[in-house]
């Protein structure tokens, strides 16, 4: 089996494809999406930081002189609210959109929040310890990254049930050749998610309150659409990561029981094990780049009007970075993994996804005196943002 992004059996277990292509094709054309594969770290961070590519191209060209095709009509919707945020735009408007919310996002902010984070992380560990346990994605791993951006957005507690669904159905634009049922749905919400975001706007611009909202209202050089694509990145960015870094790590965990052990006997390991599990299975496995001049990567010419598929996946397995990068090690000290992604699009929420998964692992690991699988959980069918449909466990105080 190559690299096959739709193959359920792939999608479960790429990593002995990755190394196969660091070895044989560090950088390899993938024809069913018109990509080049890079697959080796270096290349990787390398490429995440040279301002030769973009996130996009609409810059410095349009489609028809980028050599693509314009997007459908009905999508225009969709990239309104997307490129109205700061993940899919480059510098200047990039840099005056991030500097401006890093005034609001500032890391003193984050960290006042991580009594919050603790206690909702706690309380939801103790409904689910109480009960015996069950799908660990859906009563601990989504309600909690979901309530915490909720809370700093300031979004009415009778709505927060809309957010998971608006954010998952959005997300769904972002794998590999979305199907057109994919693209409607992606569409239909960011639709939605930008109405609803605009009519709480208006509000906390007439009655201010004590949240991100009503922060970047204050914030004149802030557009509507970018106050809009601002939130709905803060709300995707926010907690899609976090919920499967949580589903993930704790099944890597339970098929590595010796460091599961482990960290319960030496909880002082749980900051280097919240890294380690980022790499050993990085929810996170692709991330693209456009080519805005040519360049050349192990001897391969890319051109410009070509788009990259960075592997994340695959860079944090190469062991010419990570000694026995298979293994995992929840006390791997030297861990330059990339899950965060790096250069000007680092991710901006680092800081605050610590806080939750520090706080989530250590909630469980503190209260559950057990926690043993019911069932062997199955992958979902995406491969660029990868998790598990549900982890289904018995737990015990």
Same mark, same amino acid.
């Given at each position: %089996?190559?690299? @096959?992004?739709?193959?359920?059996? #792939? ?25 080049? *594969? ?20 609409? =810059? ?5 002189e ?17 490129? $109205? ?18 005034k $609001? ?18 309380? *939801?560990?103790? $409904? ?21 951006i909720?809370? %700093?957005?300031?979004?009415p /507690? ?36 930008? @109405? ?14 004590? @949240? ?7 914030? @004149? ?17 926010? =907690? ?13 965990? #339970? ?9 319960? /006997? ?21 991330? /693209?780049?456009w ?6 990567? =192990? ?20 062991p ?7 293994? *995992?090690d ?19 929420? $680092? ?6 998964? %520090? ?5 469980? *690991?503190?209260?559950a ?17 990868r998790?598990?449909?549900?982890? /289904?466990?018995?737990?015990?105080g």
């Open positions: %089996m190559g690299f @096959d992004p739709w193959n359920p059996d #792939f999608v479960a277990y790429p990593y002995r494809v990755y190394d196969e292509l660091r070895r044989e094709a560090p950088v390899s054309y993938f024809e069913p999406t018109g990509q080049w *594969l890079v697959a080796r770290h270096a290349d990787v961070n390398a490429l995440l930081r040279d301002r030769r590519l973009g996130r996009s191209y609409l =810059h410095v060209a349009t489609h028809e980028f050599g693509r095709p314009p997007e459908p009509e009905f999508q225009e919707p969709f990239w309104r609210v997307i490129r $109205a945020g700061m993940l899919d735009v480059e510098p200047p408007v990039h840099t005056r959109l991030r500097r401006l919310v890093s $609001a996002f500032t890391p003193r902010m984050v960290e006042s929040l991580r009594p919050q984070v603790r206690a909702i992380a706690r309380s *939801l560990v103790d $409904a689910y310890v109480d009960k015996g346990g069950g799908d660990l994605i859906a009563e601990v791993a989504e309600p909690l990254p979901v309530t915490v909720a809370e %700093m957005l300031g979004i /507690e009778a709505d927060r049930h809309l957010l998971r669904p608006w954010s998952a159905d959005i997300c769904g634009m972002y794998e590999l050749n979305p199907t057109p049922q994919a693209q409607h749905t992606a569409v239909r919400a960011a639709t939605e998610f930008s @109405d609803y975001l605009k009519s709480l706007a208006a509000d906390r611009r007439r009655k201010p309150g004590d @949240d991100l909202v009503s922060a970047l209202t204050q914030i @004149d050089e802030l557009t509507e659409d970018e106050l809009v694509g601002t939130c709905v990145l803060l709300l995707n960015a926010g =907690h899609e990561a976090t919920v499967n870094v949580t589903g993930n790590g704790w099944w890597a965990l #339970f098929r590595n029981p010796a460091e599961l052990a482990r960290l319960r /006997e030496d909880r002082s390991l749980l900051p280097t094990a919240i890294e380690e599990l980022m790499r050993w299975d990085t929810p996170l496995q692709m991330f /693209e780049r080519v805005l001049e040519d360049i050349e990567v =192990h001897g391969v010419r890319i051109p410009r009007g070509t788009e990259v598929a960075l592997l994340f996946g695959s860079a944090n397995r190469d010419a970075v990570f000694p026995d990068p298979d293994r *995992l929840v006390g791997r000290a030297d861990n330059p993994h990339i899950s965060f992604g790096a250069g000007i699009h680092f991710c901006l929420g $680092a800081p605050l996804a610590r806080i939750e998964l %520090m706080e989530s692992f250590g909630a469980l *690991l503190d209260r005196a057990t926690l043993e699988l019911r069932a062997e959980p199955e992958w979902k069918p995406g491969y660029v943002i998790g598990l449909r549900a982890l /289904e466990l018995s737990a015990t």
